[in-house]
């Protein structure tokens, strides 16, 4: 090698190092220059755009492994409400990232091309006034006019969120959506109008229920959906897309347009490509465990779905959905039994716009465990004006064998039989106007010798509860009852229980009940649990004292103990008679031994629902004598509105 070439590489090499030396310098130091600035435009674009107080603890910038981008990011960053949500946190985000080209800071253009969030805590909330808690984009009026307005603009290509928490709570609709450890990507080109949607999730849990019902409970999901946008006629079609649900596989298609008349879908349509019944089956609350691959199953289902039409406040679209299946079977490797014969056919059929013309048909429902058979079918019609039911249901459960058969990890102990041969045919309108010999509601449910037992509880013995129906109330003829140390004996009857449901009547009844002994420790499992971060939240918006769930009912008791304990408290010779309803509690008579003294109260509490759940005011008076002294108060109390007693209290 000639002493000239090197020179060269020597040259060359020198300038090589250098240069990567001041890209370095260059890397680390242009971040601390722009950081103020860049900090400023985050702060004033956030209080131009939004009602919400905005919070975050640090700051970093890098442009080392994003070159030409910053990756600019806020530790510990948060959201929280004000006015009706202050204190309620919208968002917890561990780390939140966006990038931005450096040439554009240069020229004082600050567009966002990508955003990533890490260890987030999400919690929507909408209260009973349709307000919701994500709504905090302030309205074009509201934003300050003379103040100059951020360059900061979002141009998005991608998004990902990594090990995100969700809480979904819809009070109006009833819907409640809980996701556990969601991890989802999307890339695409939000900056145009026109564009293409690439989206990749997994989902550790998801739970969902409406109107207190769960419906999907500790779920898993892998999904890629793909999406067609245009957002000048706010129209999203379905794409290339793969949705798992445990084992459950479905394809969606279709396509949804928002305008102002409401939300309009086309011809949407869900099925699944995989007919094995283990898919299915993986649905069921607690069927889908870590052994689930185990499982041996045989069988057959097809599942389809279908939704067409207008939706908004006074439409629905028209919809159909439609389960079968054919001979199936279970048997979980750790149990002993298999459950068999299991066959159904569910139809659901809404040809036009409005709920009365929906129709429910479970021509078959039906399985057998060992000799014990469970068969069930329903007809229901007119739901939305004069519901017309006709449904029978015949079981003979040993739950021992259930217990044997179907994964219960929290249950310690159960057994015992339970049976019923029910058989309803009539509409809601002959029960209404007790026109009673058009109704065929005739059977009985009993249930003998029956144990449960919850991990860390005591056990649950019932030696027998019976059941008898008729058109015009259910008979309890006798049912006995023990837990720990305590026993119950007792008899009563419901009336109206159907018009409850359907008509809106109220549900009464006299219960009647005597006990040995009452421990109330038998039924306390502990303090109850602290709020989620602490962050407890109650809805006390103007429409928030909605209906509850069994708030229509009016029950007479009458209660006897020889021994009743509470705390520290033996109360000897307990006796009480009482008229309950959700608003009115009346004492009749309530007597007991307290040592030596003999309580003997009287008198009436009113609005006992509103003070438990609804902040409102307990009011009432009680009469109060012993052999020692006479006391009659009259009180007002203020509830907190979540179940527990209120703060305080004034006579």
Request: charged share 25%.
């Given at each position: 090698m000639s002493p000239k070439t090197k020179k060269f590489i020597k040259i060359f090499a020198i300038s090589g190092f250098s240069i990567f030396f001041l890209f370095i310098v260059f890397a680390i130091s242009i971040p601390f220059l722009f950081k103020d600035k860049i900090l400023t435009e985050v702060k004033k674009a956030a209080n131009q755009q939004?009602?919400?107080?905005?919070?975050?603890?640090?700051?970093?910038?890098?442009?080392?492994?994003?070159?030409?981008?910053?990756s600019?990011?806020?530790?510990?960053?948060?959201?929280?409400?004000?006015?009706?949500?202050?204190?309620?946190?919208?968002?917890?985000?561990?780390?939140?990232?966006?990038?931005?080209?450096?040439?554009?800071?240069?020229?004082?253009r600050y567009d966002i091309k990508g955003i990533e969030i890490e260890d987030a805590d999400f919690k929507v909330k909408i209260?009973?006034?349709?307000?919701?808690?994500?709504?905090?984009?302030?309205?074009?009026?509201?934003?300050?006019?003379?103040?100059k307005q951020t360059d900061f603009r979002i141009r998005l290509n991608y998004y990902k969120l990594k090990n995100t928490q969700l809480v979904y709570d819809d009070a109006p609709n009833q819907v409640y959506l809980k996701i556990e450890n969601l991890n989802h990507k999307g890339r695409g080109n939000f900056s145009n109008t026109i564009f293409d949607i690439f989206t990749q999730t997994q989902i550790d849990k998801i739970s969902f229920s409406y109107a207190g019902v769960p419906y999907?409970?500790?779920?898993?999901?892998?999904a890629e959906v793909n999406l067609g946008v245009d957002l000048n006629e706010m129209r999203f079609k379905l794409l290339d897309n793969q949705i798992d649900l445990n084992a459950l596989q479905l394809n969606a298609n279709g396509e949804l347009i928002i305008s102002d008349k409401g939300y309009t879908f086309k011809k949407f349509k869900l099925s699944t490509p995989n007919t094995n019944f283990a898919s299915v089956l993986s649905l069921l609350p607690a069927a889908y465990t870590s052994n689930f691959k185990e499982?041996?199953?045989?069988?057959?289902?097809?599942?389809?779905?279908?939704?067409?039409?207008?939706?908004?406040?006074?439409?629905?679209p028209s919809f159909q959905l439609g389960l079968q299946i054919k001979d199936a079977y279970f048997k979980y490797p750790n149990l002993a039994l298999p459950v068999e014969q299991i066959n159904a056919d569910i139809q659901l059929n809404q040809p036009g716009n409005r709920m009365d013309q929906l129709v429910v048909q479970v021509n078959q429902l039906g399985f057998q465990i060992q000799k014990n058979k469970v068969q069930a079918r329903l007809l229901l019609k007119e739901c939305s004006t004069d519901p017309d039911l006709n449904m029978t249901l015949n079981a003979n459960v040993n739950l021992t064998e259930l217990h044997k058969a179907f994964p219960m990890n929290e249950v310690e102990n159960l057994s015992g039989m339970i049976s019923t041969d029910l058989e309803v045919q009539t509409k809601m309108s002959y029960v209404q106007n007790k026109a009673y010999d058009k109704v065929k509601l005739n059977g009985k449910l009993e249930l003998k010798d029956f144990i449960y037992q919850q991990k860390g509880s005591s056990n649950v013995y019932i030696n027998q509860l019976s059941m008898n129906f008729s058109p015009e109330l259910i008979d309890i003829p006798l049912f006995n009852l023990k837990k720990g140390n305590s026993d119950f004996v007792g008899k009563g009857r419901l009336d109206n229980l159907l018009?409850?449901?359907y008509g809106g009547k109220i549900m009464s009844g006299y219960l009647e009940i005597e006990s040995n002994q009452i421990d109330f420790k038998d039924f306390i499992y502990g303090a109850s649990k602290s709020s989620e971060q602490g962050n407890s939240f109650q809805d006390t918006s103007a429409n928030s004292k909605g209906e509850k769930v069994f708030d229509k009912w009016d029950f007479a008791i009458r209660f006897k103990s020889k021994k009743l304990i509470y705390d520290q408290f033996n109360m000897e010779d307990f006796s009480l008679s009482a008229n309950l309803s959700p608003s009115r509690m009346k004492l009749n008579e309530l007597q007991f031994l307290l040592g030596k003294s003999n309580m003997q109260l009287k008198g009436q509490i009113d609005q006992v629902f509103s003070y438990l759940y609804d902040q409102g005011t307990l009011k009432g008076y009680i009469e109060f004598k012993n052999k020692l002294s006479e006391f009659k108060s009259i009180h007002e109390r203020k509830g907190r509105g979540n179940g527990t007693p209120g703060a305080g209290a004034k006579s």
């Amino acid at each position: 090698m000639s002493p000239k070439t090197k020179k060269f590489i020597k040259i060359f090499a020198i300038s090589g190092f250098s240069i990567f030396f001041l890209f370095i310098v260059f890397a680390i130091s242009i971040p601390f220059l722009f950081k103020d600035k860049i900090l400023t435009e985050v702060k004033k674009a956030a209080n131009q755009q939004i009602n919400a107080k905005l919070d975050f603890k640090d700051v970093s910038l890098s442009l080392i492994w994003t070159f030409p981008d910053f990756s600019f990011g806020m530790k510990d960053f948060s959201l929280t409400g004000i006015d009706e949500f202050k204190g309620y946190k919208l968002a917890q985000v561990k780390n939140f990232y966006f990038k931005i080209n450096l040439l554009d800071v240069f020229y004082g253009r600050y567009d966002i091309k990508g955003i990533e969030i890490e260890d987030a805590d999400f919690k929507v909330k909408i209260l009973n006034n349709g307000k919701a808690n994500y709504d905090i984009l302030k309205k074009i009026e509201e934003k300050d006019k003379s103040e100059k307005q951020t360059d900061f603009r979002i141009r998005l290509n991608y998004y990902k969120l990594k090990n995100t928490q969700l809480v979904y709570d819809d009070a109006p609709n009833q819907v409640y959506l809980k996701i556990e450890n969601l991890n989802h990507k999307g890339r695409g080109n939000f900056s145009n109008t026109i564009f293409d949607i690439f989206t990749q999730t997994q989902i550790d849990k998801i739970s969902f229920s409406y109107a207190g019902v769960p419906y999907i409970k500790n779920a898993q999901i892998k999904a890629e959906v793909n999406l067609g946008v245009d957002l000048n006629e706010m129209r999203f079609k379905l794409l290339d897309n793969q949705i798992d649900l445990n084992a459950l596989q479905l394809n969606a298609n279709g396509e949804l347009i928002i305008s102002d008349k409401g939300y309009t879908f086309k011809k949407f349509k869900l099925s699944t490509p995989n007919t094995n019944f283990a898919s299915v089956l993986s649905l069921l609350p607690a069927a889908y465990t870590s052994n689930f691959k185990e499982v041996k199953t045989k069988g057959s289902f097809s599942f389809n779905a279908f939704l067409d039409g207008l939706y908004h406040a006074q439409s629905i679209p028209s919809f159909q959905l439609g389960l079968q299946i054919k001979d199936a079977y279970f048997k979980y490797p750790n149990l002993a039994l298999p459950v068999e014969q299991i066959n159904a056919d569910i139809q659901l059929n809404q040809p036009g716009n409005r709920m009365d013309q929906l129709v429910v048909q479970v021509n078959q429902l039906g399985f057998q465990i060992q000799k014990n058979k469970v068969q069930a079918r329903l007809l229901l019609k007119e739901c939305s004006t004069d519901p017309d039911l006709n449904m029978t249901l015949n079981a003979n459960v040993n739950l021992t064998e259930l217990h044997k058969a179907f994964p219960m990890n929290e249950v310690e102990n159960l057994s015992g039989m339970i049976s019923t041969d029910l058989e309803v045919q009539t509409k809601m309108s002959y029960v209404q106007n007790k026109a009673y010999d058009k109704v065929k509601l005739n059977g009985k449910l009993e249930l003998k010798d029956f144990i449960y037992q919850q991990k860390g509880s005591s056990n649950v013995y019932i030696n027998q509860l019976s059941m008898n129906f008729s058109p015009e109330l259910i008979d309890i003829p006798l049912f006995n009852l023990k837990k720990g140390n305590s026993d119950f004996v007792g008899k009563g009857r419901l009336d109206n229980l159907l018009t409850y449901f359907y008509g809106g009547k109220i549900m009464s009844g006299y219960l009647e009940i005597e006990s040995n002994q009452i421990d109330f420790k038998d039924f306390i499992y502990g303090a109850s649990k602290s709020s989620e971060q602490g962050n407890s939240f109650q809805d006390t918006s103007a429409n928030s004292k909605g209906e509850k769930v069994f708030d229509k009912w009016d029950f007479a008791i009458r209660f006897k103990s020889k021994k009743l304990i509470y705390d520290q408290f033996n109360m000897e010779d307990f006796s009480l008679s009482a008229n309950l309803s959700p608003s009115r509690m009346k004492l009749n008579e309530l007597q007991f031994l307290l040592g030596k003294s003999n309580m003997q109260l009287k008198g009436q509490i009113d609005q006992v629902f509103s003070y438990l759940y609804d902040q409102g005011t307990l009011k009432g008076y009680i009469e109060f004598k012993n052999k020692l002294s006479e006391f009659k108060s009259i009180h007002e109390r203020k509830g907190r509105g979540n179940g527990t007693p209120g703060a305080g209290a004034k006579s």
